[in-house]
């Protein structure tokens, strides 16, 4: 039967058994697969891998693994020490946008409190995700690595923590969100634009004790939804900070 043998650095070692990290395993197989299938089928999903080098080549996730190949995989292409390199995570220009799963609304509301355009259901279907984050060139962020796998998804990370108030400082930390922040010019509830708003046009959607309290507010262009300087901004512009 041929072997290969791999080496994952970087954060991929998150995908393997423990203390598999920059250590030789060795996968056995009779059929005829890609690299990125094989690595697939090790633990790492192919939208976290940005380095691929088989016997001192760097390549792409299509070619063809043989018996006896070498095989380093890197989660980030700088560390290694060759060249040339083929980049295989591509480029976000700009203002990264995103694609959420299920399990992830309230990043997806504090996202949108940073002023990213960031789509989110609690019904969005696997396809679906895969089929819009390839189509808008979104980053897909999602707990289901099934779904990060699928071939159709190029810009993709799997959220490792738990804990929902720690998951926006992992994705700061894994896409410097502070560069292109705009705090309070989304909409936390559908993702619409908001817009400065006379309070006279909205007062009747006010409760009493804010007409009284606040003159200045935002509305959101698309599902009408009023927003004001109330104490909970405060906690939330501590949280951003």
């Not at 609304?105 to 504090?110: E, K, M, P």
């Not at 108030?165 to 410097?176: F, K, P, Q, S, V």
Request: proline fraction near 5%.
């Amino acid at each position: 039967m041929a072997q290969a043998t791999f080496t994952f650095y970087g954060t991929l070692d998150y995908f393997l058994p423990p203390n598999q990290g920059e250590q030789p395993i060795v996968l056995e197989f009779d059929w005829r697969a890609s690299a990125k299938d094989m690595i697939e089928s090790i633990g790492p999903p192919h939208p976290e891998v940005d380095l691929i080098v088989i016997n001192g080549v760097s390549v792409g996730f299509e070619a063809i693994v043989e018996d006896g190949d070498q095989i380093a995989v890197y989660s980030d292409a700088d560390t290694a020490d060759m060249s040339p390199k083929q980049r295989l995570i591509p480029v976000v220009t700009g203002a990264p946008r995103f694609i959420l799963d299920t399990h992830l609304g309230r990043l997806a509301s504090y996202l949108r409190l940073l002023g990213y355009d960031t789509l989110y259901r609690n019904d969005y279907p696997d396809d679906e995700l895969a089929q819009v984050s390839h189509d808008e060139q979104r980053i897909l962020l999602t707990r289901d690595l099934g779904v990060l796998k699928r071939s159709l998804v190029e810009y993709g990370y799997y959220v490792r923590t738990t804990q929902p108030n720690e998951r926006l400082g992992e994705i700061h930390a894994r896409y410097d969100l502070a560069t292109h922040a705009r705090p309070f010019s989304r909409c936390a509830a559908c993702n619409g634009l908001l817009d400065d708003v006379a309070k006279i046009e909205i007062i009747d959607q006010l409760p009493d004790h804010v007409a009284e309290a606040y003159d200045v507010f935002k509305q959101c262009q698309d599902c009408g939804k009023v927003y004001w300087k109330g104490s909970h901004v405060e906690r939330v512009q501590a949280l951003l900070d």
